[in-house]
């Protein structure tokens, strides 16, 4: 688990300076803090770095990345685990494959080389992102996991490609353009952002299941997107009726996701497990300490507010698993003290200071001498665990049922996640036209921040106003979902996949899983994100995932045996933080923040916002009438715009370039 970056030129003769690789490198040591390398081709225009973390092959030297295969056709940079590596090594060993290391990442080099990409990539099962450069067709892929769980980005400047695992590895090569583009700062402010996107003007992700090839002809980049894995959920018709005998599914799931989890347990440093009072990562708990002979450490985030802290339910969890449980308790002053360092680290800004606890508690398991945890998060993706699940499969997929109960069931969800109205749930219903006309309806996990459109383009400079003109945050959306992959599918399966591509692998596994955690040096292992477990999950009918008024149904009769009853019986409680105006002491850090970032200057100097409209949120914010799911989504607002005034402290007022040469010179990391 580690941190990758690397320059492709357009022309071969054009050279690559190795220090300024190394500095890429190095501004990501917290990716990788137990060594660094890196390999430049100077006949072929190429180079690529390396920050590891040493997780599988502990020994410095012989695991040292980049990658070269034994004829140095091809070089390789990895950040991530492939599970069942030993096995693959194993049976390549026995076709004639010599391995240099102990490490998962080798496996790339002779897979590709006897298989091709294709093939290889069926073969690899974990969370991974790399850069691959194959000398013989001059070309450079560059491959990121199904999910998206390990980032990667990418840009193109006058001398040819940058890549890197965060955008400041970008930002650190004195190449890269560094500014928001009107579009990118519009996403920020909404939450949502359109899949492949980033704030940043000319910078972009690889997509989940996609490759990047870079093919070099003739001193030009041609570069082309392949697809090799999506979300395929059967047609409609194709699943069973209600008759069906539920126990093969709950079989299966509990077979499957134990696979997972086992797979998740190898590592040559001890694993954890975070702990909330989810069913998601209780069963990872239970599942992980009946696997091991040991007792596991698990890592539990608790809040000062009895309506948001989850703790009770983990405390018992832990109890009955016998694990060795560390508990975190957060109060109002740690979240928002610590918002503009996890700004950094996250490079998007963020909705709820959830993100601020996750990095926090990084920070604890770090300190507590773990690398390794395992993680609940991918349950609700693809159970149907979120409120908005159930709200879709209520309007849109239970035509059989009488309207009437159909309504008493949305009522009873709205009056049951009254918490989370504004944020988990829209204020009130909103409707895309594309998203209708792509998906069949507007899904409501993204009505809550489509919704916010009408407060978040006042709040956009004039000027970059006028460069937005008409242009629609739903319709850039939809314009990324593939067609292929609705037409015919169930509801819910539409609302899920529209999830998946948005808010799982823009929120959830950005801010909210590898960014936090790896600013610590702590790598997260989400099992249930196992494209073998997804990839049957897929196949569960709808109503075995939300039975009745019942979500996650199929892993809750799975897992039963090792829940809690309390938790077995209770309905999905979203995990969050507290908001900002639940807590007067946490109101008055978000103003200490203000006054720093939203100041008339400072909105000034970064000419991204209007002062005047961000005075009238916060006015609005204050107001004697706003009611309390309005102030939920107002504090997302704020919280937005604190980020990107942030952001463009961080990215953009800051000199990268030199701040990664400082970080270089302090690492003693040279070239």
């Known amino acids: 688990m580690c941190g990758i970056a690397g320059v492709f030129n357009h022309r071969v003769n054009d050279p690559i300076d190795a220090q300024t690789l190394v500095n890429m490198a190095a501004i990501m040591h917290h990716r990788g803090p137990d060594g ?58 026995a076709r004639g494959a010599r391995f240099r290391t102990k490490s998962d990442s080798e496996i790339v080099l002779h897979l590709f080389e006897r298989y091709g990409l294709e093939a290889t990539l069926k073969e690899l099962r974990g ?23 390990k980032p990667l980005y990418w840009t193109e400047t006058d001398e040819g490609v940058v890549f890197g695992s965060e955008l400041k590895v970008l930002f650190a ?82 077979e499957k996701l134990l696979e997972a989890v086992q797979h998740r347990m190898t590592a040559d440093v001890p694993v954890g497990c975070y702990l909330s009072g989810g069913i998601d990562s209780c069963s990872i708990l239970g599942l992980a300490s009946a696997s091991t002979q040991t007792s596991v450490k698990a890592f539990t985030i608790g809040f000062d507010s009895d309506d948001y802290d989850e703790t009770p339910i983990a405390r018992e969890m832990a109890e009955a698993t016998d694990a060795d449980h560390h508990i975190m308790a957060l109060k109002a002053n740690d979240l928002y003290d610590h918002f503009v360092k996890t700004l950094w680290h996250t490079e998007r800004t963020i909705y709820n200071t959830l993100g601020v606890a996750k990095y926090l508690m990084s920070q604890e398991v770090h300190e507590a001498g773990y690398k390794v945890v395992m993680t609940g998060e991918g349950s609700d993706e693809l159970f149907a665990g979120y409120p908005a699940f159930r709200k879709d499969m209520f309007l849109h997929g239970l035509d059989h049922l009488p309207e009437i109960e159909r309504l008493e069931w949305q009522k009873l969800l709205e009056k049951n996640n009254q918490l989370f109205k504004g944020a988990m749930l829209a204020r009130e219903e909103f409707s895309s036209d594309a998203l209708n006309k792509k998906v069949g309806f507007t899904p409501s996990c993204v009505q809550p921040w489509l919704s916010c459109s009408s407060v978040a383009k006042p709040l956009i400079n004039r ?9 629609d945050p739903g319709q850039a959306i939809a314009d990324t979902l593939d067609e292929t992959y609705l037409a015919g599918r169930h509801p819910l399966d539409r609302a899920q996949y529209v999830w998946i591509k948005t808010m799982l692998e823009g929120q959830i596994l950005t801010w909210g899983g590898d960014r936090v955690d790896m600013a610590n040096s702590m790598e997260a292992r989400p099992a249930f994100l196992d494209h073998h477990l997804a990839e049957y999950a897929f196949t569960v009918p709808p109503h075995l995932r939300i039975k009745g008024n019942k979500e996650k149904y199929v892993l809750r009769e799975a897992m039963k045996g ?36 939203l100041s008339e200057q400072a909105v000034k100097d970064a000419g991204l916002l209007d002062f005047d409209a961000v005075q009238a949120v916060f006015a609005r914010h204050s107001s004697s009438d706003v009611t309390a799911e309005e102030q939920v989504q107002l504090d997302a607002v704020i919280n937005h715009m604190l980020g990107v005034q942030v952001l463009h402290h961080h990215f953009v007022a800051t000199d990268v370039p030199k701040q990664a040469q400082q970080r270089a010179q302090e690492l003693g990391w040279h070239a």
């Open 36 to 93: 660094y390398g890196y390999h430049i081709q100077s006949e072929q225009g190429i180079g690529f770095s390396h920050a590891r973390l040493s997780i599988i092959d502990l020994d410095e030297e012989r695991a040292k990345q980049p990658f070269l295969s034994a004829d140095e056709r091809l070089m390789l940079t990895h950040n991530g685990e492939f599970y069942d590596f030993k096995r693959i090594r194993a049976d390549l060993t």
């Open 127 to 149: 969370e991974f992102a790399f850069g691959l450069y194959d000398k013989d067709e001059d070309a450079l892929y560059l491959v990121r996991d199904r999910f998206g769980i």
């Open 173 to 254: 090569h004195p190449q890269v353009k560094r500014a928001f583009s009107a579009e990118g700062l519009y996403h920020q402010l909404i939450q949502v952002m359109v899949p492949g996107s980033t704030a940043f003007e000319g910078v972009h992700q690889v997509q989940p299941g996609q490759v990047v090839k870079i093919k070099r002809n003739n001193g030009t980049l041609n570069i082309d997107t392949l697809k090799y894995w999506d979300v395929d959920f059967p047609n409609e018709h194709d699943y069973p009726g209600d008759e069906v005998d539920e126990t093969e599914y709950v079989e299966g799931v509990r």
């Open 463 to 471: 000027d970059l106003q006028k460069q937005l003109g008409n242009y």
């Open 562 to 597: 090792l829940l809690p009853e309390t938790l077995y019986k209770r309905e999905k409680f979203a995990f969050m933080a507290p908001p900002a105006h639940t807590d007067p002491e946490k109101w008055k850090a978000v103003e200490r923040l203000a006054e720093e970032f």
